[in-house]
């Protein structure tokens, strides 16, 4: 089946590309919504901008949107990005959801509107072992942002590997947050992944927000 997939950069939209790809469908493009708001309720609003760098090392067509980010509008924004999926030929659109009822329903809902089926392979797995999976089966990726109590903050902006997974589940146990980060804990930006041709590298600054919120802030990417 010929389909395109959501795309935030972050390691949820990149790990269910890579199981698209798996299962054998065929991805036309990646789909990148760009929220004018922070607070968008439905997209990922940290460093989405440098997605074009991540769709060609895969060699992927890329679409961006910009959208409100404001409740409701910005599924008008969805909308339209379906639709332009759906001439390029797609029958189907994949995206990472893995516990968010109001994420995955909104996306289904508008994808049955415009006669598009959805895929969504990490709803409700297992968060602690879906992060080791990530490791264990070669995605580098980075924390770019981190709003919860509790967090190890130490690890923006480098590359996590299995003993900084180990050290976010037993923080998330003892702290109370997601470890997969879906309640907004924390946002990633993916470095390499299995579909990459090459590994990017990437030059951003960290920034403390507040007591328990920081920020890696990518300036380039080489």
């Given at each position: 089946m010929k389909i395109c997939a959501l795309y935030s950069g972050g390691k949820d939209s990149t790990y269910a590309l890579h199981w698209a790809v798996f299962k054998g469908f065929d991805v036309l493009c990646l789909i990148t919504l760009i929220p004018k708001r922070e607070d968008s309720w439905m997209f990922q609003y940290p460093n989405v901008n440098f997605t074009k760098y991540q769709a060609e090392a895969m060699g992927l067509k890329l679409f961006t949107f910009t959208t409100s980010g404001e409740k409701n509008l910005e599924l008008e924004d969805l909308k339209r990005a379906f639709l332009?999926?759906?001439?390029?030929?797609?029958?189907?659109?994949?995206?990472?959801?893995?516990?968010?009822?109001?994420?995955?329903?909104?996306?289904?809902?508008?994808?049955?509107?415009?006669?598009?089926?959805?895929?969504?392979?990490?709803?409700?797995?297992?968060?602690?072992?879906?992060?080791?999976?990530?490791?264990?089966?070669?995605?580098?990726?980075?924390?770019?942002?981190?709003?919860?109590?509790?967090?190890?903050?130490?690890?923006?902006?480098?590359?996590?590997?299995?003993?900084?997974?180990?050290?976010?589940?037993?923080?998330?146990?003892?702290?109370g947050f997601n470890p997969a980060f879906e309640g907004g804990e924390a946002e990633t930006f993916v470095t390499y992944a299995p579909l990459f041709k090459r590994e990017l590298k990437v030059i951003g600054k960290l920034r403390k927000l507040s007591d328990y919120e920081w920020r890696y802030e990518i300036i380039r990417i080489l």
């Open positions: 332009r999926a759906k001439e390029e030929g797609a029958k189907g659109i994949v995206s990472g959801a893995l516990l968010s009822d109001y994420q995955r329903l909104n996306i289904s809902v508008i994808a049955e509107e415009v006669g598009l089926k959805t895929y969504t392979p990490l709803w409700r797995k297992n968060q602690e072992e879906y992060m080791r999976w990530l490791v264990r089966d070669g995605f580098k990726f980075i924390i770019t942002s981190a709003s919860a109590y509790g967090f190890p903050f130490e690890l923006l902006g480098k590359i996590i590997e299995a003993e900084d997974v180990e050290k976010i589940i037993e923080a998330s146990r003892k702290f």
